[in-house]
């Protein structure tokens, strides 16, 4: 009787913890949301936090404040979130470094998994191949034939150290065993500045800062390393089109909250999250910026965090890569 007694009491203490969540979760927000940003304001990251935060406040009508945490590579805002209370009211804005940066750097002050509660992946932006229009070259299988007729001749630009254009063009190198020499940027911006000028006559990058200069011919744009083509470049083919497979590299945008946030905090987060991304003037401000809008689950974004920790992590080791 004695164990039925204690039984009846723990069922009954759960009973009452999943109506405090409940009810938690129904009155969310009941004071402000900060929303870390763990970059420099104006980059796209920043940029789409605060898109999705103003929406977010006028939709629950309380203050999603953006702050921008920089620093090493992201992962100083990140850990401080990390510690972060798990009640919702402190989520953290991540783009791929969220996932790179446990392979690239010797320590990171977080764990992309147990420390972490994933929301939804906002958008993604497909990184872009792109060359000098001096190169004389028009496909990714051109230009692989050109850098192996002259090894060590050709270099290309990237925007950071770790950045997925930067692994994007180390995948490309592992993938033929090309002898390219790589040259870091302090930005995309100087990176396509660069390869304008032909000083290095390749570049990967993200999208959005290489379609003005696609579009007006400044650079030649090769491929996009998505599996669809995208809006701001119809008609620029995808590697795989290109007969070049298996080199998709994105620039992600997603919202995690700290482990341990109520699931029913993190789901409605995420339904309001979706509402807002399917708005017109959203969607057409994140493709104007060369992101597709995604608003997934917190299920389907985890499963793509642990499929972006193996695989650029793969591509981590194979380059040799390491920060200390």
């Given at each position: 009787m004695?164990?039925?007694?204690?039984t009846?009491?723990?069922?009954?203490?759960?009973?009452?913890?999943?109506?405090?969540?409940?009810?938690?979760?129904?009155n969310?927000?009941?004071?402000?949301?900060?929303?870390?940003?763990?970059?420099?304001?104006?980059?796209?990251?920043?940029?789409?936090?605060?898109?999705?935060?103003?929406?977010?406040?006028?939709?629950f009508?309380?203050?999603?404040?953006?702050?921008?945490?920089?620093?090493?590579g992201?992962?100083?805002?990140?850990?401080?979130?990390?510690?972060?209370?798990?009640?919702?009211?402190?989520?953290?804005?991540?783009?791929t470094?969220?996932?790179?940066?446990p392979?690239?750097?010797?320590?990171?002050?977080?764990?992309?998994?147990?420390?972490?509660?994933?929301?939804?992946?906002?958008?993604?932006?497909?990184?872009?191949?792109?060359?000098?229009?001096?190169?004389?070259?028009?496909?990714?299988?051109?230009?692989?034939?050109?850098i192996?007729s002259?090894?060590?001749?050709?270099?290309y630009a990237?925007?950071?150290?770790?950045?997925?254009?930067?692994?994007?063009?180390?995948?490309?190198?592992?993938?033929?065993?090309?002898?390219?020499?790589?040259?870091?940027?302090?930005?995309?911006?100087?990176?396509?500045?660069?390869?304008?000028?032909g000083?290095?006559?390749?570049?990967?990058?993200?999208?959005?800062?290489?379609?003005?200069?696609a579009?007006?011919?400044?650079?030649?744009?090769?491929?996009?390393?998505?599996?669809?083509?995208?809006?701001?470049?119809?008609?620029?083919?995808?590697?795989?089109?290109s007969?070049?497979?298996?080199?998709?590299?994105d620039?992600?945008t997603?919202i995690?909250?700290?482990?341990?946030?109520?699931?029913?905090?993190?789901?409605?987060?995420?339904?309001?999250?979706?509402?807002?991304v399917?708005?017109?003037?959203?969607?057409?401000?994140l493709?104007?910026?060369?992101?597709?809008?995604?608003?997934?689950?917190?299920?389907?974004?985890?499963?793509?965090?642990?499929?972006?920790?193996?695989?650029?992590?793969k591509?981590?080791?194979?380059?040799?890569?390491?920060?200390?």
């Amino acid at each position: 009787m004695a164990g039925l007694g204690m039984t009846a009491r723990v069922l009954a203490a759960l009973a009452t913890l999943a109506l405090s969540s409940a009810a938690q979760a129904q009155n969310y927000p009941s004071k402000p949301v900060r929303m870390i940003v763990p970059f420099a304001a104006a980059g796209p990251t920043d940029v789409i936090a605060r898109i999705v935060g103003q929406k977010l406040a006028e939709r629950f009508g309380q203050p999603f404040t953006i702050e921008n945490v920089p620093g090493a590579g992201g992962n100083t805002g990140t850990g401080q979130v990390a510690k972060a209370p798990a009640d919702g009211y402190t989520i953290l804005v991540v783009s791929t470094g969220f996932v790179v940066n446990p392979s690239l750097y010797a320590r990171v002050p977080y764990d992309p998994v147990k420390d972490f509660t994933p929301v939804t992946l906002v958008a993604a932006s497909p990184n872009v191949l792109v060359v000098n229009p001096d190169v004389p070259v028009k496909t990714p299988k051109d230009l692989v034939a050109l850098i192996k007729s002259s090894p060590g001749k050709y270099s290309y630009a990237q925007p950071a150290l770790g950045s997925t254009p930067h692994l994007g063009g180390e995948l490309f190198k592992l993938t033929f065993g090309l002898d390219l020499v790589m040259v870091p940027f302090p930005g995309a911006a100087p990176a396509i500045t660069s390869t304008i000028a032909g000083h290095t006559p390749i570049a990967f990058t993200a999208l959005p800062p290489a379609i003005t200069a696609a579009r007006e011919n400044k650079v030649r744009a090769l491929a996009v390393m998505a599996d669809k083509r995208v809006a701001a470049l119809k008609d620029v083919p995808t590697m795989a089109e290109s007969g070049i497979p298996g080199q998709e590299a994105d620039t992600l945008t997603g919202i995690v909250a700290p482990a341990g946030t109520p699931k029913e905090i993190v789901e409605r987060l995420q339904s309001e999250i979706a509402k807002i991304v399917a708005q017109p003037d959203v969607r057409e401000k994140l493709v104007a910026l060369g992101f597709v809008p995604i608003a997934n689950t917190p299920g389907e974004f985890g499963a793509r965090i642990a499929v972006e920790i193996e695989k650029w992590g793969k591509v981590v080791r194979g380059a040799k890569l390491r920060i200390e």
